[in-house]
């Protein structure tokens, strides 16, 4: 540096003394720059000029003085990229290598100046202690100046994070309350906090997109904050929170909302209409149901009657409802429907007529058997086949012994089994001792005091019937499979037989006729008379046939054709 001055210096003075100089230093650095200046060596004329072009150079050793000649290593600043606000931060300028003393400047977002600290002694470092505001967000670097050297650090990127507070979740729809196949989209919101993730949960069980979570099959796929299911089904019902917080590499802070309830509702079907009849004394009651087999209560049911309605129940817990109506048995009391309704839907059911009519005409029993793969009889189903009577009650009975209804006590023929309101019985191990006469009888089930109608008695016994076994079966059925197709061969042979013969009477190339007239003469009248009778000679020419590999011999046809056929002549 000091070399650089005084050569400067020495320029300086060639050019306000140029008489001092000789031809002999016409070489000098002094004088190449003057003949790079000018083209040519400068005359004393020309002082002022040289004084103009030396003054860049004087500039430029003016700036490099300046600027302490080369720079520093570059510093090391060492900081977070993330704190807390309000919190405490500490920043590291280091300069290993830098002699001291040495001056730290810490910047912020270029030439900001944030802190200062001079290093008096050989430490190499200094500490800058920060407290984290709002506008403390930004990219900090490290200035370092040491005897007349200067170095500048790397940038750290400081980003303020607001703790988390708050956390609560919210729907769309609000109250989630949604019926089956609709959006249901869940918001995991904060009071305030930044540079948050997220965590969802539903039923307590972490939500993934993991292809193997347990949860999957619900299609739950969190997004940021939210949590969308497209179309829900009451699989989605539960309760559903979420975690939001701030991952650091030390006091990483979280905060947790409140479970939130989702239900599902789920369509009414279209509602079921029956109705029972009873009797109390001498007066009858009727009772009609309305139930509807889908659905999601509360929900109101209406009962009319000939299209007017006579009642209304509001089902809170199921989704059935009874309404009284009046009876009398063989009398039409009208035709009834019912509807249900709920804040969605509004369905109605069939009309149905009250109409009771009471047990009669003549029951018969029909027998099935049924039998095991190894063609042994395995059980017996006689079913009681009914003309007349909406509300029946059957009964049944072996060799005039009753066999007792189930709600009658235990039966006395563990084997048998009733079904279909007992209109079924089944003799599920038959034996010798359930061989016998079968009888039904059928009374009104709403009138104990009325009368029984019974069936002819039916035989049930116990036979060993052999049955075509699958075998068997499979025997039979591949000997038709051959003799049919043996049958469809010679039909195939026969037909080509028949193409053949008919190739050979194509093969006839040429057929013909000879004629031979002849003169015949017949006597009478006084006088001759001479016909010409016809002598035809059919000659049919065959060809040579090359199965054969022989001429056919050409056998004449002779047909006479005179009205005469006695003594022909010529």
Same mark, same amino acid.
């Given at each position: 540096m000091h070399i650089l001055t005084l050569s400067l210096s020495s320029m300086w003075w060639t050019v306000q003394h140029p008489e001092t100089h000789t031809q002999k230093h016409t070489h000098t650095p002094m004088t190449r720059i003057q003949t790079t200046c000018y083209g040519r060596r400068p005359s004393l004329g020309m002082k002022k000029k040289q004084e103009l072009c030396l003054l860049p150079v004087l500039v430029a050793a003016c700036l490099v003085s300046i600027m302490g000649g080369s720079p520093l290593p570059s510093p090391i600043l060492i900081g977070p990229d993330k704190a807390y606000l309000n919190s405490k931060v500490v920043f590291q300028c280091r300069s290993p290598g830098s002699p001291p003393p040495n001056t730290y400047e810490l910047l912020k977002d270029g030439n900001h100046l944030v802190a200062t600290s001079n290093d008096l002694q050989d430490d190499q470092s200094a500490m800058f202690f920060l407290k984290i505001s709002v506008t403390s967000e930004g990219s900090y670097h490290c200035r370092v100046t040491a005897g007349g050297n200067m170095g500048l650090s790397g940038t750290v990127r400081l980003q303020v994070v607001i703790p988390v507070s708050g956390t609560m979740v919210t729907s769309d729809p609000d109250p989630p309350i949604l019926y089956e196949g609709l959006r249901l989209t869940l918001t995991c919101d904060v009071t305030k906090g930044s540079h948050l993730s997220y965590t969802w949960f539903y039923n307590r069980q972490e939500v993934t997109s993991s292809p193997t979570s347990p949860l999957t099959p619900l299609l739950l796929w969190p997004v940021g904050n939210t949590l969308v299911v497209e179309r +829900?089904?009451?699989?989605?019902?539960?309760?559903?929170?979420?975690?939001?917080?701030?991952?650091?590499?030390?006091?990483?802070?979280?905060?947790? #909302?409140?479970? +939130?309830? *989702?239900?599902?509702?789920?369509?009414?079907?279209? $509602?079921?209409? #029956?109705?029972?009849?009873?009797?109390?004394?001498?007066?009858?009651?009727?009772? @009609?149901? =309305?139930?509807? #087999?889908?659905?999601? $209560? $509360? @929900?109101?049911?209406?009962?009319?009657?000939?299209?007017? !309605?006579?009642?209304?129940?509001?089902?809170?817990?199921?989704? @059935?409802?009874?309404?009284?109506?009046?009876m009398v048995p063989g009398r039409d009391m009208g035709a009834v429907r019912c509807a249900v309704e709920s804040d969605a839907q509004r369905l109605t059911s069939r009309p149905l007529t009250l109409v009771v009519v009471p047990v009669g005409g003549s029951p018969k029993v029909d027998v099935e058997y049924l039998y095991r793969v190894d063609s042994k009889m395995a059980a017996a189903r006689l079913q009681c086949l009914l003309s007349l009577g909406t509300f029946p009650f059957f009964s049944w009975s072996l060799n005039g012994s009753l066999l007792l209804h189930p709600s009658e006590g235990d039966s006395s023929h563990p084997s048998h089994a009733l079904a279909d309101g007992?209109?079924?019985?089944?003799?599920? !191990?038959?034996?010798?001792?359930?061989?016998?006469?079968?009888? =039904?009888?059928?009374?009104?089930?709403?009138? +104990?005091?009325?009368?029984? +109608?019974?069936?002819? $008695?039916?035989?049930?016994?116990?036979?060993? *019937?052999?049955?075509?076994?699958?075998?068997?079966?499979?025997? @039979?059925? =591949?000997c038709f499979l051959m003799l049919t197709l043996a049958g469809g061969v010679a039909c195939v042979m026969r037909m080509l037989n028949r193409q053949r013969v008919k190739d050979d009477s194509a093969n006839i190339s040429a057929s013909s006729q000879i004629h031979f007239l002849c003169l015949t003469s017949q006597p009478g009248q006084g006088s001759s008379k001479w016909t010409l009778p016809v002598l035809t000679v059919m000659l049919r020419i065959r060809p040579l046939r090359s199965q054969y590999n022989r001429r056919d011999e050409i056998k004449p046809n002779f047909r006479l054709t005179s009205s005469s056929q006695k003594n022909p002549s010529m």
């Open positions: +829900v089904t009451t699989k989605h019902a539960g309760n559903y929170s979420c975690i939001a917080g701030t991952r650091m590499q030390t006091n990483s802070r979280f905060s947790s #909302s409140r479970e +939130v309830t *989702v239900r599902i509702k789920v369509y009414l079907s279209v $509602p079921q209409i #029956s109705f029972t009849i009873s009797k109390e004394g001498l007066s009858y009651h009727g009772n @009609v149901t =309305c139930r509807s #087999s889908r659905g999601t $209560p $509360p @929900v109101t049911f209406y009962l009319f009657l000939d299209d007017k !309605e006579v009642g209304s129940d509001v089902a809170t817990e199921s989704l @059935v409802a009874w309404f009284p109506v009046a007992g209109r079924t019985l089944f003799l599920t !191990e038959i034996t010798l001792e359930d061989s016998g006469y079968y009888r =039904c009888r059928a009374r009104d089930s709403y009138d +104990v005091t009325s009368a029984w +109608v019974e069936s002819q $008695p039916v035989l049930v016994q116990v036979t060993e *019937v052999s049955t075509t076994t699958i075998e068997v079966m499979a025997i @039979v059925f =591949c």
